[in-house]
DNA sequence: CACGTGACGGTTGAG
DNA sequence: CCCTCAACCGTCACG
């Protein structure tokens, strides 16, 4: 909608917040990929978490709870954002549901459930209600007689039985959605590239349209390094660091279409950018957050980047060894607070030329 | 001091 | 179209 109209709004008026730490965000919204993935790279080069908060500028709160999903799920991505669960009354669901009607027309809404269940139509996660089953029986299949709609249109696309309780479909990427993931150009995929490209401006950019300048301008702060380091890490977001970033994703999304996501980056943002048409809306793109995986669904973000599991460095091979990407989750570990030497520090800025300090507090 | 957690105010998008 | 609702977001403050 508002696209590039949005972006000029934005440009006058800031759309952003800035947080305790001098770090701007925009409250509703997720962060930068660029920045989750920071999060991540310096949490893998065994940088703690408070000191990525701090050199990041983003709250604790938020480093701990991306490192945990991250750990736990293999991705950086956020959530899906609005939208719906996916129904319990699939298609397929329905279909069944009319089966068994028909079969027994006397059978009762939970006699109905308990088929579902004993059939493997539904797990008990998925399984409609019994109010649920009544109102698809009087609303979609109502008479029998007729032919339903779904028959007709007959969709039922393989559907798995959703995973409720996973959004993150990240196991296999099998997951119906999972599956999805990994080819539609789609959402989820464009979001990842939105994100990126477009969604990053540049640092500068970004803290015009924000018009907080201030903040970045060290002369502005007279800070402490941190800030111009800050701004040199939105920026650096946006380029340098996204090799890196894209490193990470190199590895997780395996198979899904990651790759471009995050690729990208590294060579150029822009390449990217018209995939998405979407997200263009999105604020992100003044934000710069890249939509990763909003627009869409459930499942686009289980894929999400790839898990640790699969990870399976498929591009790494470019990517510095440094970072080690993903490892699979359960070595957990995620690195023991142990104080990072700077030599590691060392090795990550020069792998990202970025300059960390460390906040050296 | 580090960090996990939940409240809070916000955005998003399917239905 | 507009509204509702449920999901997610990041920040903040507390423990």
Same mark, same amino acid.
């Given at each position: 909608? @508002?696209i590039?109209a ?10 952003g ?17 660029a920045?989750?993935?920071r999060?991540?790279?310096l ?6 978490p ?23 799920t &293999?991705?950086?991505?956020?959530g ?12 397929? @669901?329905?279909k069944s549901?009319?089966?068994?009607k ?8 939970w +006699?109905?459930?308990d088929r579902?269940?004993?059939? =493997? @139509?539904?797990?008990k ?5 019994v ?9 979609k ?20 039985p959703?995973? $409720?309780?996973?959004?993150?479909s990240?196991p ?5 959605t ?8 789609? @959402?989820?995929?464009?979001? &990842? ?6 969604? #990053? $401006? ?9 018009g ?7 002369s ?10 800050k701004m +040199?890490? #939105?920026?650096?977001?946006n ?11 190199g ?7 990651a ?17 998405c048409?979407?997200?263009a809306?999105?604020q992100?793109?003044?934000?710069? =957050?890249p $939509?990763?995986?909003?627009?869409h669904? #459930? ?5 999400? !980047? ?6 399976a ?26 104080p990072?030497?700077?030599h ?5 800025s020069?792998?990202?030329? !970025? ?7």
């Open positions: 909608m @508002v590039n949005q972006y000029f709004n934005i440009t006058e008026q800031t759309y917040e800035v947080n305790q730490l001098g770090g701007v965000f925009v409250n509703g919204r997720p962060l930068p990929n920045i989750r993935i999060i991540v790279e949490a893998q080069l065994g940088i703690r408070c000191d990525i908060s701090r050199q990041l500028r983003v709250s604790h709160g938020c480093v701990s709870k991306i490192l945990a999903r991250y750990n736990e &293999g991705s950086i991505l956020p899906a954002i609005g939208g719906s669960k996916p129904r319990v009354t699939t298609p397929n @669901v329905v549901i009319r089966d068994y028909q079969a027994d027309p006397g059978i009762f809404a +006699e109905i459930r579902l269940l004993a059939d =493997g @139509v539904c797990d996660y998925n399984v409609p209600s109010s649920s089953i009544s109102r698809i029986l009087r609303n299949i109502g008479n029998l007689s007729q032919p339903s709609q779904y028959e007709g249109s007959k969709p039922s696309p393989p559907q798995l959703y995973n $409720p309780v996973y959004p993150y990240y296999n990427a099998i997951s119906p999972g599956a999805k993931l990994g080819n539609p150009p789609g @959402v989820s995929v464009t979001a &990842g590239h939105v994100s990126l490209s477009r969604a #990053w $401006p540049s640092v500068h950019t970004v803290s015009n349209i924000l907080i300048r201030a903040f970045m301008d060290p502005a702060i007279a800070g402490p390094d941190g800030y111009q380091q +040199e890490d #939105w920026a650096s977001v380029r340098a660091s996204f090799p890196s970033a894209h490193a990470v994703n590895i997780d999304k395996s198979h899904m279409e790759d471009i996501k995050y690729n990208q980056s590294s060579s150029n943002l822009s390449g990217y950018v018209p995939a048409a979407y997200s809306t999105n992100y793109g003044v934000y710069g =957050g $939509p990763g995986n909003y627009g669904h #459930w499942q686009s973000q289980g894929a999400s !980047l790839a898990h640790p599991n699969n990870g460095m498929t591009h790494s091979s470019n990517i510095h060894t440094a970072m080690t990407f993903k490892r699979p989750p359960d070595v957990g570990d995620r690195k023991p607070p142990s990072l030497s700077k590691q520090h060392e090795a990550l020069s792998v990202h030329a !970025l300059s960390l300090p460390t906040t050296a507090s």
